[in-house]
């Protein structure tokens, strides 16, 4: 007990307490960071053709499963096109892409339908689900673009980027109940600040930066597979310009899922001298 300047009293808890409140406080995120070394080197993959170290904890029954359900719920929401030229041109792009992936395809039951839409988009799901809208054509212009679009998608699949982004959003949900837990006698306003912060720096220090990782990395093994299916890959570089020419008011890229189009670009070309001699190298049509 101590007297203020005013002559109130005051009463301090013994510093022997606060140590041990804090100490209380600590041992929820001393246990998640235990948990967090045991999840973390237990469930590590390697991404193919990058050799990079993922943490992925669904089986390839699970994401295949949860992709099949995804995509035949986007097919019977939209427009789907059952044939055409469109449709012949699609699929014949993506059976070469998919042979072309061949000794880095987990396996996957390839299909491959046209959406007709607007939208320019395309995507692919685990297991070798993909689709393509229409309105990307306008984009892509020829079977080159298509084919760095589409390899773009395939590589996503195959990487297992989908299920490496719902284990690190496990994480940072595990994350946050320890650090509720750990604040949870502080002040309302305190506890408010402390999971803002916290909030803030996951999706700008953690979601955020994977995602644009996962986008370069599926720039990378696309541009390496359409080449093999011997599509240029110099149209990758024109594609992302014309992308950019598409969609103005793209954010700034430390608040977007995506990469700027001139960082793509940037490394697409960084990566061309692999890409085109993998070109030359494997196809009697390679011109230069």
């Known amino acids: 007990m101590r007297m203020d300047p005013f002559g109130r009293t005051r009463y301090s808890r013994n510093p022997r307490q606060r140590r041990r409140g804090i100490s209380l406080r600590l041992i929820p995120i001393a246990l998640f960071a235990l ?4 999840y973390w080197f237990s469930n590590q993959e390697i991404v193919p053709m990058t050799e990079r170290r993922q943490l992925v904890d669904l089986t390839r029954e699970e994401e295949t499963e949860l992709g099949f359900q995804s995509y035949q719920q986007v097919l019977n929401q939209e427009n789907v096109l059952h044939s055409g030229e469109v449709v012949d ?5 993506g059976l070469r892409l998919a042979k072309a992936a061949a000794d880095v395809d987990p396996g996957f039951d390839w299909e491959f339908n046209v959406i007709d839409s607007e939208q320019a988009n395309a995507f692919a799901l685990p297991g070798g689900k993909v689709a393509v809208y229409t309105g990307i054509l306008d984009v892509t212009k020829n079977q080159d673009g298509l084919s760095a679009v589409m390899g773009h998608e395939i590589a996503h699949a195959i990487a297992r980027h989908g299920a490496e982004r719902m284990a690190y959003q496990k994480l940072i949900q595990w994350g946050t109940m320890a650090i509720s837990i750990a ?3 502080m002040g309302y306003n305190t506890q408010r600040m402390v999971q803002g912060a916290l909030g803030m720096g996951s999706k ?10 996962h986008e370069s990395e599926a720039d990378y093994m696309g541009l390496i597979i359409a080449a093999r299916a011997c599509y240029d890959p110099r149209e990758a570089p024109k594609l992302w310009k014309r992308m950019g020419e598409h969609s103005k008011g793209q ?6 899922t995506h990469p700027s189009h001139e960082t793509r670009i940037q490394l697409l070309n960084e990566w061309m001298p692999e890409a085109l001699e993998i070109y030359k190298e494997n196809c009697t049509n390679a011109s230069f």
């Open 251 to 256: 954010p700034q890229e430390f608040m977007s």
């Open 89 to 93: 041109q699609v699929r014949e792009i």
């Open 183 to 185: 604040v949870g006698d």
């Open 35 to 38: 948990f967090l070394a045991y």
């Open 204 to 213: 700008y220090g953690v979601l955020l930066p994977f995602s644009r990782s």
